[in-house]
Structures are given as C-alpha cells and as structure tokens.
C-alpha cells in the first residue's frame, strides 16, 4: 500500500506523519509492502523538515531528517492513499486531479468521518512554539494510530 501525506510546504506536518507512519511500518517489519512519503502543495524540492517538526519527532525517539517534494501527477498516480491536514488540500488535490478524488481525504476526516469541518483540520504549526509542535504531534499520532488500526497495517 502506497500512502502519501499532503500539506502545504511539507516541511511541518506531512513530513510529520510521514515519518510517524514509517516509524511504525519499520518497527512492524512491513517495509516491504507499507510505502509512506510526503509532499507539499506550495513549496519547492529540498527545503529541511522544520526545526520544531524534528524537535517533536525525537521527542518521541522518531529520528527523521527529510526534504520538502512538491506534490507531481506523478505523486498522486503513486499513492494508493492520499491523506491531507485540511479540506482546502483536499480541495486542491481535487481540483488538480478530479479523477482521483476518491482516493484523497483528510487524516482526521478518513479515520474520524462523523467530525465535523473544524475538527477535520489539522492546524499548521509553522514558525509556532514547540508545544505547538508537540501538540500537533499528538493529534497526528492520534490519527494514524486510527489509521493503522483501521487497515490492519
């Protein structure tokens, strides 16, 4: 299964659930059948995964030093499963490629479908405290624990 997360410029919380998925995808030894990877609507190739997003991954012994990818057809064709932060990327994405709408949600949207709009979106922690960071972190895991337990991954 190939799943992509989607945020903005991919250097906050897309790379961060990027690298809690493939944490645990590592530790369950399913490297060779789970694939996770990352990009951003807005940004360009090769900008550092924030200081407070790494901050708050190795605060939870997730050590990750990725780059930013802008979003590709290329990307969307790969991904089985395409998870956003908020409705207006899964707008986005939507508009970008209608024919694979059905494959792009929100995290919180796709494991939590009774939310309402507000609670769907994941808040961008940009340029923010690290409690901001670690907050995030928090919701993020909640969501792909939910993830995880809900595709049997």
């Excluded at 990027?18 to 807005?42: M, P, W």
Aim: net charge negative.
């Amino acid at each position: 299964m190939n799943i992509l997360f989607v945020c903005t410029g991919n250097t906050c919380r897309s790379p961060m659930a990027e690298a809690i998925l493939l944490d645990h995808v590592k530790k369950t030894n399913q490297t060779d059948r789970i694939f996770v990877k990352s990009a951003g609507l807005y940004t360009t190739d090769g900008i550092k995964t924030s200081a407070g997003t790494r901050y708050a991954l190795m605060q939870h012994q997730i050590d990750f030093d990725g780059e930013s990818s802008q979003i590709t057809e290329d990307l969307l064709d790969w991904a089985d499963l395409i998870l956003t932060m908020t409705d207006s990327h899964q707008e986005a994405l939507r508009s970008f490629n209608p024919e694979q709408g059905d494959k792009i949600h929100t995290l919180n949207g796709y494991v939590y479908p009774s939310l309402t709009d507000k609670k769907r979106q994941i808040q961008d922690p940009f340029g923010q405290d690290e409690a901001v960071y670690l907050a995030t972190f928090d919701e993020i895991n909640q969501g792909i624990a939910e993830l995880i337990k809900q595709n049997n991954l």
